[in-house]
């Protein structure tokens, strides 16, 4: 399902449930998954024992431009090089740049 480029974009986040047992050893902190019209379309990652920072990747539809290896699949995920020192930041990040995105990529929107 692809956004109309016209349509008003609302983006909203969805803080991810702690992790339990030995998950949580190594990601102490939640991710959040990005919602555009209330609907996931891309995710902010958690530092871990990794990557002390936090990073957001967007998924897209592929086309021409935009592709991968991979020919099983119809839409593949971007990752963005910025990091950030916060969660703030990362969503401020996002809520920044979602219009921009939106007329360079065709997203791609998940299910849950």
Do not use: H
């Not at 974009?9 to 959040?32: R, W, Y």
């Not at 991979?70 to 090089?81: A, H, I, K, L, Y």
């Amino acid at each position: 399902m692809t956004q109309s480029k016209k349509e008003k974009l609302s983006v909203s986040f969805k803080k991810d449930k702690p992790e339990t047992g030995l998950m949580a050893a190594n990601f102490m902190l939640q991710g959040v998954t990005i919602k555009v019209n209330k609907k996931p379309m891309g995710y902010i990652y958690a530092p871990n024992r990794q990557e002390n920072w936090w990073s957001i990747g967007i998924q897209i539809i592929k086309d021409e431009k935009y592709t991968n290896n991979n020919p099983n699949c119809s839409w593949m995920w971007v990752r963005f090089e910025e990091k950030f020192e916060t969660e703030a930041e990362a969503r401020q990040f996002v809520k920044d740049n979602i219009e921009r995105w939106n007329q360079k990529f065709n997203f791609y929107y998940s299910d849950n």
